[in-house]
């Protein structure tokens, strides 16, 4: 049998556009009422973001580059933290997302040790907000409570509010067009300043990071593309591609001789 | 002559069995008098008693015949059905008054209400949740413009799917004609064929 896929998100970072400004962190933050990141929790080594910016330093000192790379759930084709969930709170949906149903979980935290990107995260406390931020909460959101998993959704609430949105409007099906027409994406990807990170739908042909998917499935390890997705190699199949950044001293070379 | 032994066997058991009786008239009492859903009492006192049964109520039945989304404005728009703002209702009431005393003191408190601007605390019947999205307008549209006669209904008609007849009922009961729990969404989804992924419902 023959299951069709309408939709199948994924996502590209350019890293060449990132500059480490932290703003998806904060939009991610503020639309899935993730907790506030206390001076106690970062102690205790339980505070946690949805998508956080990893910093690596290349080179010697005078000649130091920084190099940032923002990771948030890849949403795996082969999710390793789905077949160790006793009691499948968290699958694999057919829009290609990895799903985390709150409700369910029970807090084994047998996912967050079998993720490999370690993107899922265990609320150790109950979440508290400071009193004048309670009114900010996004009612399309779960609270989360203490004692169950918790993980990056691509902001799925966006995406099913676009899809009532675009059927009641339009009385069409969600398509690229319609979704950018009315300016749907997650938080981290309206927030970035530099359009570093692109949302789209894998499966659309017209979609702008088609390409991109298609490019690394038809030239797996050969291609000559900047894309590549991290730990591919271990077989996850992550929906999100990472485009290499381009050596800017290389460029600014080439750039003044040319 | 019983050995003293059974004598205090029996003392205990009988302290156990009144403790187990104790216990389960304290949750019987505790839900006796706690709301819905969990508790067995009747939907909580509006602070004005609001006849469903004299605005939407057929003509027939002494009702006025109105359709439900012409108070509840947002049904058929967005995710909640929305209780109207006290001054749709007095927008009416300034004119029209209550066929006899009793009604007239509910419809004065309204009028004072709005007059002094102080909004009138609704107490919430339905509630559903906090994991849990439920969109009106969508459930609307699939019942208003479906291809079947089935899913062609009124507007009023939709809303007695879940709600029941809400116009002849004198005040809405919490227990009502479908529980809203998990499963009666699900049948419902299955019966037409609609995706049950959980994301759909669950945020």
């Known amino acids: 049998m023959v299951i069709k896929i309408e939709h199948k998100w994924g996502m590209v970072v350019d890293l060449d556009k990132c500059t480490g400004c932290n703003g998806c962190v904060v939009a991610c933050q503020a639309e899935n009422n993730l907790p506030i990141n206390t001076k106690d929790l970062f102690m205790q080594k339980r505070a946690f973001e949805w998508i956080r910016i990893e910093r690596?330093?290349?080179?010697?000192?005078?000649?130091?580059?920084?190099?940032?790379?923002?990771?948030?759930?890849?949403?795996?084709?082969?999710?390793?933290?789905?077949?160790?969930?006793?009691?499948?709170?968290?699958?694999?949906?057919?829009?290609?997302?990895?799903?985390?149903?709150?409700?369910?979980?029970?807090?084994?935290?047998?996912?967050?040790?079998?993720?490999?990107?370690?993107?899922?995260?265990?609320?150790?406390?109950?979440?508290?907000?400071p009193e004048r931020l309670q009114n900010q909460?996004?009612?399309?959101?779960?609270?989360?409570?203490?004692?169950?998993?918790?993980?990056?959704?691509?902001?799925?609430?966006?995406?099913?509010?676009?899809?009532?949105?675009?059927?009641?409007?339009?009385?069409?099906?969600?398509?690229?067009?319609?979704?950018?027409?009315?300016?749907?994406?997650?938080?981290?990807?309206?927030?970035?300043?530099?359009?570093?990170?692109?949302?789209g739908d894998q499966n659309n042909q017209e979609d702008k990071i088609h390409g991109y998917f298609e490019e690394l499935h038809n030239h797996e390890g050969h291609s000559d593309s900047r894309g590549y997705r991290i730990l591919e190699e271990i077989g996850t199949d992550p929906s999100v591609i990472y485009l290499k950044k381009v050596d800017q001293f290389k460029m600014e070379h080439s750039e003044s001789h040319g | 002559m019983i050995p003293k032994g059974n004598i205090v066997a029996a003392t205990l058991v009988g302290l156990i069995m009144a403790g187990i009786t104790g216990f389960i008239l304290l949750v019987i009492a505790i839900s006796w008098f706690s709301n819905a859903p969990f508790g067995l009492a009747n939907a909580p006192a509006q602070p004005i008693a609001f006849p469903h049964t004299a605005h939407a109520g057929s003509v027939d039945d002494g009702g006025l015949g109105m359709e439900c989304e012409f108070c509840h404005r947002n049904v058929t728009k967005g995710d909640s059905a929305t209780v109207p703002a006290l001054q749709q209702c007095w927008y009416c009431h300034q004119k029209v008054s209550g066929g006899d005393?009793?009604?007239?003191?509910?419809?004065?408190?309204?009028?004072?209400?709005?007059?002094?601007?102080?909004?009138?605390?609704?107490?919430?019947?339905?509630?559903?949740?906090?994991?849990?999205?439920?969109?009106?307008?969508a459930h609307i549209r699939h019942f208003?413009?479906?291809?079947?006669?089935?899913?062609?209904?009124?507007?009023?008609?939709?809303c007695t799917v879940c709600h029941g007849e809400v116009a002849k009922m004198e005040e809405v009961q919490p227990k009502q004609f479908q529980s809203l729990k998990m499963g009666t969404c699900l049948d419902c989804h299955r019966k037409y064929d609609v995706p049950t992924d959980c994301t759909i419902c669950h945020k």
């Open chain 2, 101 to 137: 005393e009793e009604a007239q003191a509910e419809i004065d408190k309204l009028v004072t209400a709005y007059s002094d601007g102080v909004p009138v605390n609704w107490e919430r019947v339905h509630r559903l949740p906090d994991h849990v999205r439920f969109v009106h307008e």
């Open chain 2, 144 to 158: 208003t413009m479906g291809d079947t006669p089935e899913t062609q209904l009124e507007v009023k008609e939709v």
């Open chain 1, 56 to 129: 690596y330093w290349e080179g010697e000192f005078p000649n130091v580059k920084a190099r940032y790379l923002p990771v948030m759930c890849q949403h795996c084709g082969n999710a390793p933290c789905e077949p160790v969930c006793p009691v499948y709170a968290t699958y694999h949906n057919d829009q290609g997302l990895n799903v985390q149903v709150y409700n369910r979980c029970v807090g084994t935290r047998y996912c967050i040790n079998n993720c490999t990107y370690q993107v899922r995260f265990f609320n150790f406390w109950e979440p508290t907000w």
């Open chain 1, 137 to 199: 909460l996004n009612p399309d959101v779960t609270v989360r409570t203490r004692g169950i998993t918790e993980k990056c959704t691509f902001c799925v609430q966006r995406i099913r509010r676009a899809e009532i949105t675009v059927e009641r409007r339009e009385r069409t099906k969600l398509n690229d067009k319609t979704m950018a027409a009315r300016n749907f994406m997650p938080a981290c990807v309206q927030a970035c300043p530099t359009n570093a990170l692109m949302f």
